[in-house]
Each structure stands twice: as structure tokens, then as C-alpha cells.
């Protein structure tokens, strides 16, 4: 078991564009969550997917994320016109039927935007 | 919507010492799941504990922590901090027990441990 698997590790983009972060999940989780990591906001949920299906993305800043599961092996964040504010780790989580909501973390993408 | 707070952004200890890392929540509903989780430098976070009962001590790895609903706290606790224990920690609220209900996470508290 590989764990949950976030590619790329870093990421540098100038202002204005576009980032893609990729998460393949723990094999047979059925969910997937993406949160955003700041020294500021903490661990801040942004969106997930259940089977696939997108269930929340209450957290996703609406103009410019978006989020994406086209199977059940990865889930794709998408960060168009990046902006220095978008700076962050984000972070990829995948949890299994019966477990208590236990979070499977990546290790995360670290963004930076200069 | 849910909220959790952690009071403490910052803790360092001496080696040794007690540690209490302070958690309080806020849901509309009656039976909340509250979680910690450990981020040690350059690894994933990761469960350290959790629980869903009220008034029921829950342990691991040394730590130990109390669901208390009337005072909607979930403060986690040591007896002696180590300096292993040096990382970030984060507690977590979700509203239901199943896969694929999001959990609502505070702001973490970074604690340092020092000889």
C-alpha cells in the first residue's frame, strides 16, 4: 500500500498561470478530499468526491478552482491565473467505507507563486 | 457551519513537562466525531486519536484525550512530552461516522519540545 500519492511535490508558477495538482488515492477509498494548508487558515477544506461524485466544494474559491475525478485512481486540482495569495500546500485525503472517517493525507503539493 | 478552535498557535515545552493542547468545537449536532491529528516535518499528517463518545478517555501513543459534549471540548493531553513529540497537531470535527463526510479542521498548534 503506497499511501495516498500527490504529484507534484513543489510546484513554482508565475502570477497568472495555471496550476495542476494530481492525487491518485489509497486503492478501494471511496472518498477523496482536498484541503489547503496555511501557517494562517490552518487545514482548510476545499472540496470532495465520494465514488467519484462531487459532494462538497464549499471551500473552493468559485472563479478560479476547480476540482475534477475522472476515475477512481486520481482526482485533479486546478488552479487557473494563480495568484501569489494561492501560495500553499494543498493537501490530498482519501478514506474507506467503515473506517470512522479516518483521512489517509498525501504528502502534499507545496505551490508557490511568485 | 461547524467550527473548532484551538486556542494556541504556538507551544514549546521542556522535555519532560506536561503537555495539553486546548480544542473546543462548535456543530448543531448531537453526536459530533472529534479527531487528532499529528503532522510530524516532512511527513503526511496523520490520525492520532479520535472519539465519539462522551466523557470516555481515548489513549494512543501516550496521548490521551476526553470528548466532553456539555463543555464541547476535546483538549489533548500528555503526561510527559518527549522530544519526538516536536510537530504540528490539529484537531478535527466531522458531523457524521461514514466515509466521505468532511471533516472541519482548527487552526493547528505547533509545539516544540526542547531538552
Known amino acids: 500500500n503506497a499511501g495516498v500519492i500527490q504529484t507534484p511535490r513543489h510546484k513554482v508558477t508565475g502570477k497568472g498561470q495555471e496550476a495542476t495538482l494530481w492525487c491518485e488515492p489509497i486503492s478501494g477509498h471511496s472518498a477523496v478530499f482536498w484541503y489547503r494548508q496555511t501557517i494562517v487558515q490552518g487545514l482548510e477544506f476545499l472540496t470532495y468526491f465520494r465514488n467519484q461524485a462531487p459532494i462538497d466544494d464549499s471551500g473552493m474559491p468559485k472563479e478560479r478552482f476547480s476540482a475534477q475525478m475522472p476515475n477512481q485512481s486520481h482526482s485533479t486540482l486546478k488552479i487557473q491565473s494563480t495568484q501569489p495569495q494561492d ?17 489517509y493525507f498525501g504528502a502534499g503539493t507545496r505551490l508557490s507563486v511568485l | 457551519g461547524d467550527s473548532v478552535t484551538q486556542t494556541e498557535g504556538l507551544v514549546t515545552l521542556t522535555e519532560g513537562l506536561p503537555v495539553m493542547l486546548n ?55 500528555k503526561s510527559s512530552a518527549q522530544l519526538s513529540d516536536s510537530a504540528l497537531y490539529y484537531c478535527a470535527l466531522s458531523a457524521y461516522n461514514n466515509a466521505g463526510a468532511k471533516l472541519t479542521f482548527g487552526g493547528g498548534t505547533r509545539l516544540t519540545v526542547r531538552p
Open chain 1, 87 to 103: 501560495s500553499a500546500v494543498y493537501l490530498c485525503a482519501s478514506s474507506l467505507v467503515g473506517s470512522q472517517n479516518t483521512l
Open chain 2, 23 to 77: 480544542c473546543t468545537y462548535q456543530t448543531i449536532y448531537s453526536n459530533p466525531f472529534l479527531f487528532w491529528y499529528v503532522h510530524y516535518l516532512n511527513e503526511s499528517p496523520r490520525l492520532l486519536l479520535k472519539s465519539s463518545t462522551d466523557n470516555k478517555r481515548t489513549e494512543h501513543q501516550g496521548f490521551h484525550a476526553t470528548l466532553h459534549k456539555s463543555s464541547s471540548s476535546f483538549h489533548l493531553q
